[in-house]
Every structure is written in structure tokens, then in C-alpha cells.
């Protein structure tokens, strides 16, 4: 294990954030989009291996959060769902810059208090 895993239920798991710039003009599109997330966007999350899956605003920037055994498969798995590029399509009218079709890039942790 290492500074980057925490053990959750036995499970070894990461943690992983990332942040990503929306459109002046398209915040409150953005906020209406999550308040309504596609159940079956919401399925494949969690098929892929997404847990405790959380995305913060700060203005114009939607900070997410999330854990997985593996960010990286995970990523990959949901680049693989047609339900992705879907929810990417729409996501591509609202940001700054299209999310990649690998995920967004994660940030590195630089603290944590447990």
C-alpha cells in the first residue's frame, strides 16, 4: 500500500480528485445537469469501480473526489461506456475543455489528515 491508498472495509482502495474549468455563461447548466445524472450514467460509475464519488463548486471550477481500487481501470472502464461518451458529449458543450477520453487528469495529493 502506499501514501496514495486507504484501506476502506478491508477493501484497499485510492483516492483520486481532479478539477475541471466550466463555461462562464454554463454554471448553472452544469449544476442542473448533476442534479439529474442519467441513472444509468450513475450504473456504469459504480460497474467501473467508482466509490464515494463527489464533485464540489468554487466558482467556475467543479472540484471532484472520488475512490477506487484502481482510478487509472476505472477511468478506463468508463472510457469503454457508451453511456460516457454520451454524458462527455454534453459535459464538452459545458466546460472549458472537453474531459479526454481517458478522464480528466488527477491531481496529486500533497496532504491528508486520517
Same mark, same amino acid.
Given at each position: 500500500?502506499?501514501?496514495? @491508498? *486507504?484501506?476502506?472495509?478491508? +477493501?484497499?482502495?485510492? !483516492?483520486?480528485? %481532479? *478539477?475541471?474549468?466550466?463555461?462562464? @455563461?454554463? +454554471?448553472? $447548466?452544469? =449544476?442542473? /445537469?448533476? !442534479?439529474? *445524472?442519467?441513472?444509468?450514467?450513475?450504473? /456504469? =460509475?459504480?460497474? /467501473?469501480? %467508482?466509490?464515494?464519488?463527489?464533485?464540489?463548486?468554487? &466558482?467556475?471550477?467543479?472540484?471532484?473526489?472520488?475512490?477506487?481500487? #484502481?482510478?487509472?481501470?476505472?477511468?478506463?472502464?468508463? /472510457?469503454?461506456?457508451?453511456?460516457?461518451? !454520451?454524458? $462527455? @458529449?454534453?459535459?464538452?458543450?459545458?466546460?472549458? $475543455? !472537453?474531459?479526454? #477520453? @481517458? &478522464?480528466?487528469? =488527477?491531481?496529486?495529493?500533497?496532504?491528508?489528515?486520517?
Amino acid at each position: 500500500m502506499n501514501d496514495e @491508498d *486507504v484501506v476502506h472495509g478491508g +477493501v484497499e482502495m485510492a !483516492r483520486a480528485a %481532479f *478539477v475541471l474549468t466550466i463555461r462562464p @455563461d454554463k +454554471v448553472e $447548466q452544469y =449544476l442542473a /445537469a448533476h !442534479r439529474e *445524472v442519467w441513472p444509468e450514467m450513475r450504473d /456504469a =460509475l459504480r460497474e /467501473a469501480g %467508482f466509490r464515494n464519488y463527489s464533485i464540489h463548486l468554487s &466558482g467556475r471550477q467543479a472540484f471532484g473526489y472520488f475512490e477506487a481500487d #484502481d482510478p487509472a481501470a476505472a477511468l478506463a472502464a468508463m /472510457a469503454a461506456t457508451e453511456v460516457n461518451t !454520451r454524458w $462527455q @458529449d454534453r459535459m464538452a458543450e459545458l466546460l472549458e $475543455q !472537453r474531459v479526454d #477520453d @481517458d &478522464g480528466p487528469g =488527477l491531481l496529486p495529493e500533497i496532504f491528508r489528515l486520517d
